[in-house]
């Protein structure tokens, strides 16, 4: 007989979702992470959105170290010396509350003590090693020299799913498939913040922003969320053009974000309190591997679950949706003592009809889009030029915006036929 | 026979994460983990490793708060065979005379004991008093400053780390033997010692229990009062670097301003 009905590797989201959903219906369950505390290890930018925490902590909202609700999302470009941006506010999301910033350090030790008052066992401190197989059955973990044995093993690995690729149940990591984002957090009193940003009785603000002042088509995107008394500020890399480019470093696009004249008043003054980098998920559908296999199931970055346009990313949320999956899929394995891959096929159905698998199906190829140099290098520099023209005085005859257009996309690279075709893919996968 | 041995461990704030506050100048603690301190992790590895060698029993035991759980699991995930925990609210603002008191009195409860480690000195406070502190309560011979740490036929044998050289001492036990920092590896932790420790547990024991009244100990039995906290900062000292060939003029000027004299 296994030790443990069920054993999660990775204290993220998805893990200790998984877990505790497991583990409150009377299963018995470890979980391991590497980080102590759990989160030490984390990035996110970061703003959980949905609700999906509901469905295992109804009172959720009210107890979890959430730090603003965000009524304020701004999406902007950024060149060199010029910001434009959307800036939608409304009162809907103080009433609704889509989405709320959270900083991995306090959410991950809430999410594992919640996990471990369902009544798993939290192991943190410890990395696994591997699986324990027997034939293509996976009947455990190995760690050191040692086999834990279990009937089930959830992979919550994260984005770099070492595990997964190692024991060959995922394709590894192609430089398409992840970006790298860079995090800092920055500390203030709750007034400044406030004030700054206009906000009143714990509202919120994101900012994401397309970075149009990168040369030698590096792409990247840079995100600006308030905390309850910090500000977390960072930037997401595609790698695949980093690799190219030997001139550009990242930490360097990090600093040239945070010193943009537009960004660098909000931050003026802060103290930096941490650092951090961490992959990105970024493959879409086509980077999903098989969910499940005799004995095991993959969910949350692991599996690929993340969906982003470059500026923004959402992952957490469908990591716990999937960790919610796992659970519910091995509960009802545990009940008719079936573990099979047959069995646990159910998983990546139940995926299917809830919005994780869905979205990343609507949206499949959507990186494509987001990491084109249409998004990047192209309409930032293309408006700004419109703008700048429109709204500058000059004392010169004035002229027609479309004679403004079409100067400034002959400034560009752009040539017409490729600029209508991405345009028309945008429209279309966005 | 079975040896028992005791290793004394403290939890402190990860010295690596520790911030200072720039307006007080004070360490602000409220942003750092808590870890085991490193010297006690080498105090730790040197039982190990006696008791990889001989049948022995090794105890942790540590005077601290409730949240020190995390260190005496992590001691029982390294190897360790019992955990006991002194937590008691009367135990709160020790100096390093009530904390060495308190430990002694927990040793004392045990059955039996033949050797106990010590760290040489904690990361946080840095004093090295209660290693020696719990060897004068106890009545019992101590070596300071370890490394090499061998038992055999009812001795100890460690190296002290002199300025001029190495001290070799062998004593019988038993004996408290306070270990340097980074004198040897700790092994990891493993995960099946640690759902092993998180199963077992560690005990938690209460003043009453090692019979000690609250006037004793914790800050009613501190002798020394901190009447305030200082800073200091360094001096920047005058640096010079000279060639070989102007060393005797080196020497000359810092024998003219009595820094250096002769002596016969
Ligand atoms: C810069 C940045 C910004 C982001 N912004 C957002 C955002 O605003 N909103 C959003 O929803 N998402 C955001 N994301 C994505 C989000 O962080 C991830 O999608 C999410 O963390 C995935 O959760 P997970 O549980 O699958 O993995 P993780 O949160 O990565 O957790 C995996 C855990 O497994 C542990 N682990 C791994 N291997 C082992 C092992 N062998 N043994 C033991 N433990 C192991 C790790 O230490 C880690 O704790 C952002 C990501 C980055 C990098
Ligand atoms: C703000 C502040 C003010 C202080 N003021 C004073 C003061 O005025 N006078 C004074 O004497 N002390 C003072 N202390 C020190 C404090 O009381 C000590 O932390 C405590 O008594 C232990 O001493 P230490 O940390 O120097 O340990 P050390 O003596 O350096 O530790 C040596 C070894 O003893 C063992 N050990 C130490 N503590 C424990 C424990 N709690 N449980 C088990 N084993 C242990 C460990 O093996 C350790 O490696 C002050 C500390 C602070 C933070």
């Known amino acids: ?430 | 026979m079975v040896l028992e041995i005791v290793v004394m461990v403290k939890q402190v704030p990860d010295s690596q994460e520790v911030v200072i506050d720039p307006v007080t100048m004070n360490l602000n603690r409220s942003m750092t983990r808590n870890v085991t301190n490193r010297a006690d992790e080498n105090a730790l590895e040197a039982a190990l490793q006696i008791k990889d060698k001989t049948p022995a029993n090794i105890t942790v035991v540590s005077m601290g708060p409730p949240q020190a759980e995390s260190t005496m699991i992590e001691c029982l995930a390294r190897g360790a065979d019992r955990a006991i925990l002194v937590s008691d609210r009367a135990l709160g603002g020790a100096d390093t005379y009530p904390t060495g008191l308190t430990v002694a009195s927990a040793i004392s409860k045990l059955d039996h004991f033949d050797i106990i480690f010590a760290g040489e000195e904690s990361s946080d406070s840095s004093t090295g008093h209660v290693g020696p502190g719990v060897a004068e309560f106890l009545g019992i011979d101590q070596i300071t400053y370890c490394s090499k740490i061998q038992y055999e036929d009812g001795y100890v044998t460690a190296e002290r780390e002199l300025e001029d050289g190495t001290e070799v001492v062998k004593c019988p036990t038993p004996v408290l033997v306070t270990v340097l920092l980074n004198s040897n590896y700790p092994r990891r932790q493993t995960l099946r010692r640690k759902i092993d420790a998180v199963r077992k547990g560690m005990e938690v024991w209460n003043i009453e229990k090692l019979e000690l009244k609250p006037e004793w100990v914790g800050v009613r039995g501190s002798p020394t009062i901190v009447r305030r906290m200082q800073s200091i900062k360094e001096k920047q000292r005058e640096g010079k670097k000279v060639t070989l060939e102007q060393i005797p003029d080196l020497v000359k000027e810092l024998y003219e301003k009595k820094i250096i004299r002769e002596v016969h």
């Open chain 1, 1 to 430: 007989m296994s030790e443990f009905d069920a054993i999660v590797v990775g204290a993220g989201p998805a893990g200790t979702s998984a877990a505790s959903k497991m583990a409150s219906s009377g299963m018995n369950v470890l979980l391991v992470e590497r980080g102590d505390p759990p989160g030490s290890k984390n990035v996110s930018g970061g703003i959980l959105w949905g609700k999906d925490l509901s469905k295992l902590y109804p009172d959720w909202e009210k107890t979890a170290p959430l730090e603003r609700f965000i009524t304020n999302k701004v999406t902007g470009f950024l060149t060199e010396d010029s910001s434009i941006s959307i800036d939608f506010k409304t009162k809907r999301f103080e009433r609704q509350r889509t989405g709320y910033s959270v900083l991995r350090t306090k959410l991950d030790g809430w999410l594992a003590k919640k996990a471990k008052d369902s009544g798993a066992t939290v192991i943190t401190g410890i990395t696994v090693d591997g699986l324990a197989r027997d034939g293509n059955k996976v009947i455990g973990v190995r760690q050191e020299n040692d086999v834990i044995t279990s009937d089930l093993v959830v992979l919550a690995e994260g984005a770099n799913p070492r595990i997964a690729i190692d024991e060959g149940l995922r394709q590894p990591i192609n430089d398409h498939d992840v970006a790298i984002g860079i995090k800092q957090v920055f500390k203030f009193s709750e007034q400044t913040i406030n004030e700054r940003f206009n906000l009143r009785n714990g509202a919120g603000f994101a900012g994401e922003y397309s970075l149009g002042f990168l040369n030698n088509g590096v792409k990247a995107g840079g995100f600006l969320y308030t905390n309850k008394d910090t500000i977390s500020l960072g930037v997401v890399i595609d790698i695949f053009d980093l690799r190219k480019d030997n001139s550009t470093y990242s930490f360097d696009i990090m600093e040239k974000f945070a010193s943009h004249p537009y960004i660098a008043p909000y931050i003026e003054g802060g103290q930096l309190q941490e650092y951090s980098a961490h992959l990105v998920c970024e493959g879409g559908i086509d980077y999903v591997p098989k969910l499940y296999g005799n004995g095991y199931l993959i969910a949350g970055d692991s599996a690929g679950f993340s969906f982003s346009n470059g500026m923004m990313i959402q992952g957490m949320n469908y990591a716990i949706a999937s960790g919610i999956a796992a659970g519910e899929t091995a509960i009802s394995a545990k009940e008719s003592n079936d573990y099979s891959e047959s069995m646990l096929s159910s998983y990546e159905k139940k995926l299917s009809s809830s919005e994780v698998l869905m979205d990343m199906r609507n949206f499949r190829g959507i990186q494509n889009v987001t990491w084109s140099p249409l998004v990047h290098e192209f309409i930032p520099k293309f408006t700004e030029g419109i703008l700048y023209n429109m709204f500058n005085e000059t004392g010169e005859p004035k002229k027609h915006l479309f004679e403004i257009a079409l100067e400034n996309f002959a400034g560009s690279k752009y040539d017409r036929k490729s600029l209508v075709l991405d345009l028309y893919r945008m429209m279309r996968r966005m």
